[in-house]
């Protein structure tokens, strides 16, 4: 073999298995620090308002009811801004992302890897997601967490801290672009990267809420872990009742 091919071979050897290895660290750090509870005791037990994290397997939004006596949401997101124009929704969905992920990647088939380039290594701007329901269920992908009026109102804060405004103070709207009939999208704030991701996002508003969230993940299975996770509390009920019940089943029964 030429040494310069040789050579050759060795570098890319050497750079796939450096880019194996931090994709490794990577996954691992993520698993490792979703792990750690932030706010894993609710300091205000109030529970005013119910709201939602929502995934679709891959990207977390925040769910909370379109209107309150808190905020109206489509003062700042109005209904008209949706192909459908249907003011009949109930609940508001709230995502932030990159910008080319979001309105060049519906779907993973048409993922280019410039985008996905520009999005882990911040070179590309970010957008807010917005999407309308009718109802909300809870399912796998879909957990109720109830809060207080001013944990509310600080997660009200966090969300409209994300969006871009014009000079009249409204959100920049991205026309043109919806993944159906009761969504759009907005210009945001920060940059998209592969530390600060959209889950990162989602996770944050939850702790700038007093919510229970992670200490830092880049994946929608680090947030879902700490509301599916069994605390002490939960075990130990848990056992109490099975003593309960083997006590009752081994108990001899009255004769009536």
């Given at each position: 073999m030429h040494p310069g091919v040789k050579t050759a071979l060795k570098i890319t050897g050497y750079t796939l298995g450096s880019l194996v290895a931090v994709a490794g660290?990577?996954?691992?750090?993520?698993?490792?620090?979703?792990?750690?509870?932030?706010?894993?005791?609710?300091?205000?037990?109030a529970e005013d308002v119910?709201?939602?994290?929502?995934?679709?397997?891959?990207?977390?939004?925040?769910?909370?009811?379109?209107?309150?006596?808190?905020?109206?949401?489509?003062?700042?997101?109005?209904?008209?801004?949706?192909?459908?124009?249907?003011?009949?929704a109930q609940y508001v969905g709230f995502g932030w992302g990159d910008k080319g992920f979001y309105?060049?990647?519906?779907?993973?088939?048409?993922?280019?890897?410039?985008?996905?380039?520009?999005?882990?290594f911040h070179l590309s701007s970010s957008a807010m997601h917005v999407t309308f329901h009718q109802t909300m269920r809870e399912s796998e992908s879909c957990v109720r967490i109830r809060i207080s009026q001013e944990e509310y109102q600080r997660l009200i804060a966090y969300i409209k801290a994300s969006f871009d405004y014009d000079a009249q103070g409204r959100p920049f709207y991205i026309q043109g672009h919806s993944y159906g009939q009761h969504d759009s999208f907005y210009e945001a704030q920060r940059t998209y990267s592969f530390l600060y991701t959209c889950n990162t996002w989602a996770n944050n508003g939850?702790?700038?809420?007093?919510?229970?969230?992670?200490?830092?993940?880049?994946?929608?299975?680090?947030?879902?872990?700490?509301y599916?996770?069994?605390?002490?509390?939960?075990?130990?009920?848990?056992?109490?009742?099975?003593?309960?019940?083997?006590?009752?089943?081994?108990?001899?029964?009255?004769?009536?």
């Open positions: 660290l990577y996954v691992a750090s993520s698993f490792a620090l979703s792990r750690i509870p932030v706010n894993a005791q609710d300091q205000d037990p119910d709201i939602y994290i929502l995934s679709n397997g891959v990207h977390t939004d925040i769910v909370t009811p379109v209107r309150t006596r808190y905020i109206d949401w489509t003062t700042l997101v109005p209904f008209d801004n949706t192909p459908a124009r249907d003011a009949s309105l060049d990647t519906p779907t993973w088939a048409e993922l280019k890897a410039s985008t996905a380039f520009k999005a882990m939850l702790k700038a809420s007093g919510q229970k969230a992670c200490f830092w993940t880049a994946f929608d299975s680090g947030i879902f872990y700490q599916r996770r069994k605390g002490p509390n939960v075990v130990r009920n848990a056992a109490k009742s099975v003593v309960r019940q083997g006590y009752a089943a081994a108990r001899p029964k009255r004769s009536r």
